[in-house]
């Protein structure tokens, strides 16, 4: 569900990645795709999630299906000798810290493209333009005063969408964006959902809904772009939008699952294997492993604490210097074992001999 390991050791192993797959990606997303390449680097790109992401299998193969049927409608568009207009989005749905915006930077890299990344925070700066939906909060031109001169500057999307070229655009926290529009326009949304009345599309919703419908934005070629969407809604809150907005999301939305004891248990397993890995086994031969009774005990506690990845990073960062500890007294110990005290809770943690 999580990216077990972080920083640069996952840039690298990305880099080394992309250094191999990028011209045949490039290739994908040009004129030149073929039946050979798009599937080739779809099967890639689907084992590279698999490997660095835990727990969130089912959502990386409904990527690669999303963008399978995509270029599949793209190559026999070719082959007919026709344009085709449809843009490619993935609309990620599921709690937050669970691996959307770590699959998110995986697939930038791996596609190489320009990439622009615009959140509720943009929608929230006002740059005295008037700009009264989140689209033109976004959009919008606004004046920029030097003092001695001023000078219309166009927004960072627009500047980018002007450019016309394959760009990986995220629109971070839709539903966010959605409601801001909804508070400026004083639709009271809870009371709707309470009645069970449909939400009427936002103004980004119209925006996002002719790229899907046109593969174009602000009524400009993207040159075979990619939109991501990520939002903490569910599918239930897909479902309270208006029908044909609700139906034109159902084919690009990917759902990421909460943690459960499976996947916690190998979060937290991949973790003490990074932490041998990078030290103890490397320099000392010394290896440590979880006692497995602890470790399934510690992942049912973990779930039931409903934990995301970046509370799980932070809980397992606590191992490090516990194994110190112990091995600064016992140097000359070639095998550790991590138990777990459930009458301690998340600080149960301890290693031992056996």
């Keep these: 569900?999580?990216?077990?390991?972080?920083?640069?050791?996952?840039?690298?192993?990305?880099?080394?990645?992309?250094?191999?797959?990028?011209?045949?990606?490039?290739?994908?997303?040009?004129?030149?795709?073929?039946?050979?390449?798009?599937?080739?680097?779809?099967?890639?790109?689907?084992?590279?999630?698999?490997?660095?992401?835990?727990?969130?299998?089912?959502?990386?193969?409904?990527?690669?299906?999303?963008?399978?049927?995509?270029?599949?409608?793209?190559?026999?568009?070719?082959?007919?000798?026709?344009?085709?207009?449809?843009?490619?989005?993935?609309?990620?749905?599921?709690?937050?810290?669970?691996?959307?915006?770590?699959?998110?930077?995986?697939?930038?890299?791996?596609?190489?493209?320009?990439?622009?990344?615009?959140?509720?925070?943009?929608?929230?700066?006002?740059?005295?333009?008037?700009?009264?939906?989140?689209?033109?909060?976004?959009?919008?031109?606004?004046?920029?005063?030097?003092?001695?001169?001023?000078?219309?500057v166009a927004s960072n999307l627009a500047r980018v969408i002007s450019y016309e070229k394959s760009t990986l655009y995220t629109f971070d926290e839709l539903d966010k964006m959605r409601y801001w529009d909804y508070n400026r326009q004083g639709i009271d949304w809870r009371e709707l959902r309470r009645k069970g009345e449909k939400l009427p599309g936002s103004s980004m919703d119209e925006f996002l809904r002719a790229f899907v419908d046109t593969g174009k934005l602000d009524g400009k070629s993207t040159n075979n772009s990619v939109v991501v969407i990520t939002s903490n809604e569910t599918l239930n809150d897909i479902q309270d939008l208006e029908s044909s907005l609700a139906n034109r999301y159902n084919d690009c939305i990917v759902e990421f699952e909460p943690f459960n004891a499976e996947s916690c248990a190998a979060f937290v397993k991949k973790s003490l294997e990074d932490i041998t890995g990078r030290y103890y086994k490397k320099v000392n031969g010394a290896e440590i492993v979880w006692d497995e009774d602890s470790l399934k005990s510690y992942a049912q506690f973990l779930e039931n604490l409903r934990l995301n990845g970046r509370s799980l990073s932070a809980l397992t960062g606590h191992f490090t210097p516990i194994i110190d500890e112990f091995y600064s007294k016992n140097p000359k110990v070639k095998k550790m074992f991590l138990h777990w005290d459930k009458e301690k809770g998340a600080d149960g943690v301890f290693v031992s001999e056996k």
């Design 1 to 152: 569900m999580f990216l077990s390991k972080a920083g640069s050791a996952v840039k690298e192993g990305i880099a080394n990645f992309v250094s191999v797959v990028t011209e045949p990606v490039r290739k994908l997303l040009f004129k030149t795709m073929d039946a050979s390449n798009y599937n080739q680097m779809l099967d890639d790109l689907g084992k590279l999630l698999k490997s660095k992401v835990i727990g969130q299998n089912k959502a990386i193969d409904q990527i690669i299906k999303i963008m399978r049927s995509h270029f599949s409608n793209v190559l026999k568009a070719k082959k007919l000798g026709v344009p085709y207009n449809k843009g490619l989005m993935l609309y990620f749905i599921g709690p937050p810290g669970v691996g959307k915006s770590l699959i998110l930077d995986t697939i930038n890299s791996f596609l190489n493209l320009t990439s622009v990344t615009l959140g509720i925070d943009d929608v929230n700066e006002d740059r005295g333009n008037n700009a009264l939906t989140a689209r033109d909060r976004l959009m919008k031109p606004y004046t920029k005063d030097y003092g001695y001169m001023k000078e219309e």
